[in-house]
Protein backbone atom coordinates (compact mmCIF):
# COMPACT_ATOMS: atom_id res chain seq x y z
CA UNK A 1 0.00 0.00 0.00
CA UNK A 2 2.97 2.08 -0.44
CA UNK A 3 1.93 3.82 -3.27
CA UNK A 4 -1.76 4.82 -1.95
CA UNK A 5 -0.75 8.71 -0.85
CA UNK A 6 -4.36 10.66 -1.65
CA UNK A 7 -6.29 11.33 1.46
CA UNK A 8 -9.66 9.17 -0.03
CA UNK A 9 -7.62 5.72 0.42
CA UNK A 10 -4.98 6.78 3.24
CA UNK A 11 -8.71 6.74 5.04
CA UNK A 12 -9.70 3.30 3.71
CA UNK A 13 -6.36 2.10 4.16
CA UNK A 14 -6.83 3.33 7.98
CA UNK A 15 -10.55 1.91 7.49
CA UNK A 16 -9.22 -1.61 6.73
CA UNK A 17 -6.21 -1.64 9.58
CA UNK A 18 -9.28 -0.87 12.13
CA UNK A 19 -10.68 -4.45 10.70
CA UNK A 20 -8.04 -6.20 10.61
CA UNK A 21 -5.08 -4.85 12.59
CA UNK A 22 -1.31 -5.54 10.94
CA UNK A 23 0.49 -7.82 14.02
CA UNK A 24 4.23 -7.29 14.42
CA UNK A 25 6.00 -10.52 12.98
CA UNK A 26 8.35 -10.56 15.72
CA UNK A 27 6.32 -10.46 19.23
CA UNK A 28 2.77 -10.55 17.81
CA UNK A 29 1.41 -7.16 19.18
CA UNK A 30 -0.70 -4.64 17.25
CA UNK A 31 1.09 -2.35 14.78
CA UNK A 32 0.30 1.23 14.21
CA UNK A 33 -1.20 1.48 10.63
CA UNK A 34 1.70 1.93 8.45
CA UNK A 35 3.42 0.12 6.09
CA UNK A 36 6.10 -1.77 8.53
CA UNK A 37 6.18 -5.19 9.87
CA UNK A 38 8.38 -4.94 13.15
CA UNK A 39 7.11 -2.14 15.71
CA UNK A 40 9.21 0.17 16.96
CA UNK A 41 10.14 -1.99 20.75
CA UNK A 42 10.84 -4.83 18.40
CA UNK A 43 12.87 -3.03 15.99
CA UNK A 44 15.07 -1.43 19.22
CA UNK A 45 15.27 -4.43 20.81
CA UNK A 46 16.40 -7.25 18.41
CA UNK A 47 20.12 -7.82 19.01
CA UNK A 48 21.78 -5.93 16.43
CA UNK A 49 25.35 -7.34 16.38
CA UNK A 50 26.95 -3.78 14.88
CA UNK A 51 29.67 -5.94 13.15
CA UNK A 52 29.98 -3.14 10.16
CA UNK A 53 31.53 -1.15 12.29
CA UNK A 54 34.59 -2.99 12.60
CA UNK A 55 36.34 -4.05 9.65
CA UNK A 56 37.55 -6.93 11.27
CA UNK A 57 34.63 -8.85 13.40
CA UNK A 58 33.54 -12.17 14.99
CA UNK A 59 31.79 -12.57 10.98
CA UNK A 60 34.71 -12.22 8.69
CA UNK A 61 36.70 -14.33 11.33
CA UNK A 62 34.85 -17.17 10.61
CA UNK A 63 36.13 -16.90 6.88
CA UNK A 64 40.16 -16.03 7.96
CA UNK A 65 42.29 -18.34 5.45
CA UNK A 66 39.17 -19.79 3.77
CA UNK A 67 38.07 -16.87 1.18
CA UNK A 68 39.18 -13.22 1.10
CA UNK A 69 37.02 -10.79 2.49
CA UNK A 70 36.99 -7.38 2.02
CA UNK A 71 34.22 -6.79 5.21
CA UNK A 72 31.26 -9.12 6.53
CA UNK A 73 28.47 -8.52 8.80
CA UNK A 74 25.39 -10.36 10.16
CA UNK A 75 22.68 -7.76 11.23
CA UNK A 76 21.26 -9.45 14.38
CA UNK A 77 22.24 -12.62 16.61
CA UNK A 78 20.26 -15.22 16.70
CA UNK A 79 19.12 -17.29 19.67
CA UNK A 80 16.86 -20.48 19.45
CA UNK A 81 12.87 -19.16 20.53
CA UNK A 82 13.45 -15.38 20.56
CA UNK A 83 12.41 -13.15 18.38
CA UNK A 84 14.87 -13.42 15.49
CA UNK A 85 14.37 -16.97 14.80
CA UNK A 86 10.74 -16.66 15.05
CA UNK A 87 11.06 -14.20 12.13
CA UNK A 88 13.33 -16.32 10.14
CA UNK A 89 11.46 -19.08 10.85
CA UNK A 90 8.27 -17.49 9.11
CA UNK A 91 10.43 -15.76 6.27
CA UNK A 92 11.71 -19.53 5.66
CA UNK A 93 8.54 -21.67 6.56
CA UNK A 94 5.20 -19.60 6.51
CA UNK A 95 5.31 -17.72 3.03
CA UNK A 96 6.52 -13.83 4.46
CA UNK A 97 8.96 -13.19 1.99
CA UNK A 98 7.96 -9.44 3.28
CA UNK A 99 10.24 -10.31 6.31
CA UNK A 100 13.31 -10.69 4.39
CA UNK A 101 12.88 -7.80 1.95
CA UNK A 102 11.99 -5.41 5.36
CA UNK A 103 14.82 -6.77 6.91
CA UNK A 104 17.35 -6.02 4.11
CA UNK A 105 15.41 -2.09 4.01
CA UNK A 106 16.62 -1.92 7.68
CA UNK A 107 19.95 -3.47 7.37
CA UNK A 108 20.81 -1.59 3.93
CA UNK A 109 20.33 1.64 5.78
CA UNK A 110 22.50 0.97 8.35
CA UNK A 111 25.63 -0.61 5.59
CA UNK A 112 25.10 2.70 3.54
CA UNK A 113 26.18 4.87 6.27
CA UNK A 114 29.72 2.74 6.47
CA UNK A 115 32.62 3.49 5.02
CA UNK A 116 33.96 -0.46 4.06
CA UNK A 117 30.16 -0.65 2.71
CA UNK A 118 30.48 1.97 0.96
CA UNK A 119 32.24 1.18 -2.61
CA UNK A 120 29.76 -2.00 -2.83
CA UNK A 121 28.79 -1.93 -7.01
CA UNK A 122 25.74 -4.57 -6.75
CA UNK A 123 24.14 -7.69 -4.12
CA UNK A 124 24.27 -11.16 -5.22
CA UNK A 125 22.34 -13.55 -3.02
CA UNK A 126 22.76 -17.45 -2.56
CA UNK A 127 20.95 -19.11 -5.08
CA UNK A 128 18.44 -21.47 -3.31
CA UNK A 129 17.97 -25.38 -5.18
CA UNK A 130 15.88 -24.99 -7.83
CA UNK A 131 13.62 -27.75 -6.53
CA UNK A 132 13.42 -25.34 -3.02
CA UNK A 133 12.73 -22.57 -4.49
CA UNK A 134 9.78 -23.93 -6.53
CA UNK A 135 8.51 -25.73 -3.39
CA UNK A 136 8.92 -22.42 -1.52
CA UNK A 137 7.81 -20.15 -4.52
CA UNK A 138 10.79 -17.74 -3.11
CA UNK A 139 14.49 -17.62 -2.40
CA UNK A 140 14.79 -15.85 1.06
CA UNK A 141 18.38 -15.08 0.66
CA UNK A 142 16.94 -12.73 -3.12
CA UNK A 143 14.37 -11.07 -0.33
CA UNK A 144 16.96 -10.06 2.02
CA UNK A 145 19.04 -8.86 -1.18
CA UNK A 146 16.17 -6.61 -2.63
CA UNK A 147 15.69 -4.70 0.33
CA UNK A 148 19.12 -4.23 0.78
CA UNK A 149 19.90 -3.41 -2.96
CA UNK A 150 16.85 -1.07 -2.47
CA UNK A 151 17.95 1.06 0.83
CA UNK A 152 21.62 0.79 -0.70
CA UNK A 153 20.72 2.47 -4.07
CA UNK A 154 22.56 -0.26 -5.79
CA UNK A 155 21.30 -2.93 -8.81
CA UNK A 156 20.50 -6.57 -7.45
CA UNK A 157 21.53 -9.58 -9.43
CA UNK A 158 19.45 -12.35 -7.76
CA UNK A 159 20.20 -14.81 -10.80
CA UNK A 160 24.56 -14.31 -10.80
CA UNK A 161 24.83 -17.63 -8.88
CA UNK A 162 23.20 -20.61 -9.68
CA UNK A 163 22.82 -24.10 -8.08
CA UNK A 164 23.03 -26.68 -10.87
CA UNK A 165 19.93 -29.12 -10.53
CA UNK A 166 22.09 -32.28 -9.97
CA UNK A 167 23.75 -30.57 -6.85
CA UNK A 168 23.06 -33.31 -4.15
CA UNK A 169 21.17 -31.99 -0.87
CA UNK A 170 23.24 -31.01 1.91
CA UNK A 171 21.71 -32.80 4.91
CA UNK A 172 22.84 -36.63 5.58
CA UNK A 173 26.49 -35.32 5.08
CA UNK A 174 29.28 -34.84 7.61
CA UNK A 175 30.31 -31.49 7.68
CA UNK A 176 33.07 -32.51 5.08
CA UNK A 177 31.42 -34.25 2.75
CA UNK A 178 28.94 -31.19 2.73
CA UNK A 179 32.06 -28.77 2.05
CA UNK A 180 33.42 -30.82 -0.74
CA UNK A 181 29.96 -30.64 -1.74
CA UNK A 182 29.39 -27.16 -1.61
CA UNK A 183 32.39 -26.03 -3.97
CA UNK A 184 30.86 -28.03 -6.69
CA UNK A 185 27.48 -26.48 -5.72
CA UNK A 186 27.18 -22.86 -6.90
CA UNK A 187 28.23 -22.07 -10.40
CA UNK A 188 28.77 -18.42 -11.89
CA UNK A 189 25.84 -17.80 -14.45
CA UNK A 190 26.17 -14.49 -15.67
CA UNK A 191 30.18 -14.00 -15.44
CA UNK A 192 30.09 -10.66 -17.60
CA UNK A 193 27.34 -9.13 -15.37
CA UNK A 194 29.84 -9.07 -12.16
CA UNK A 195 33.60 -8.65 -13.72
CA UNK A 196 35.41 -5.77 -11.94
CA UNK A 197 32.75 -5.16 -9.44
CA UNK A 198 32.85 -5.35 -5.45
CA UNK A 199 30.11 -7.68 -4.87
CA UNK A 200 28.29 -8.15 -1.43
CA UNK A 201 26.89 -11.76 -1.41
CA UNK A 202 24.09 -12.42 0.96
CA UNK A 203 22.40 -14.92 2.84
CA UNK A 204 19.52 -15.62 5.48
CA UNK A 205 21.74 -17.18 8.45
CA UNK A 206 25.47 -17.39 8.54
CA UNK A 207 26.53 -20.82 10.45
CA UNK A 208 29.50 -22.72 9.50
CA UNK A 209 30.15 -20.50 6.92
CA UNK A 210 30.43 -23.54 3.70
CA UNK A 211 27.88 -22.14 1.48
CA UNK A 212 29.04 -18.38 1.51
CA UNK A 213 32.61 -19.89 1.33
CA UNK A 214 31.42 -21.75 -1.72
CA UNK A 215 30.12 -18.70 -3.35
CA UNK A 216 32.24 -16.53 -2.69
CA UNK A 217 35.09 -18.72 -4.37
CA UNK A 218 33.27 -18.84 -7.23
CA UNK A 219 32.46 -14.74 -8.01
CA UNK A 220 36.49 -14.75 -6.78
CA UNK A 221 37.08 -16.91 -10.14
CA UNK A 222 35.50 -14.21 -12.61
CA UNK A 223 38.38 -11.44 -12.76
CA UNK A 224 39.01 -8.43 -11.16
CA UNK A 225 35.74 -9.17 -9.03
CA UNK A 226 35.63 -8.42 -4.58
CA UNK A 227 33.65 -9.46 -1.78
CA UNK A 228 31.70 -8.37 0.98
CA UNK A 229 29.16 -10.60 2.59
CA UNK A 230 25.97 -9.66 4.80
CA UNK A 231 23.63 -12.04 6.44
CA UNK A 232 20.33 -11.24 8.74
CA UNK A 233 21.64 -13.32 11.24
CA UNK A 234 24.18 -15.36 12.80
CA UNK A 235 25.12 -17.37 16.04
CA UNK A 236 26.02 -15.18 19.17
CA UNK A 237 28.44 -17.55 20.59
ZN1 LIG B 1 7.14 -6.37 18.08
Redesign the pocket.
Known amino acids: MANINTRHFRWLHDFFNLLYPKL?L??G?NLPPNDEL??L??EFQLPKTKQYEQKENAFTEIFWGRVPLQSGAAQYYFSKSGRVQRLIHQLKYEHKPEIGHQLGVLFGRQLREQDHFKDIDAIVPVPLHPRKQHQRGYNQAAAFGAGLAKSMELPHYPYALERPEHAESQTRKSRQERLENAQTAFRVKKPQLITGKHLLLVDDVLTTGATMEACASQLLAVPDTKVSMATMAMASD
Open positions: CACSLCSC
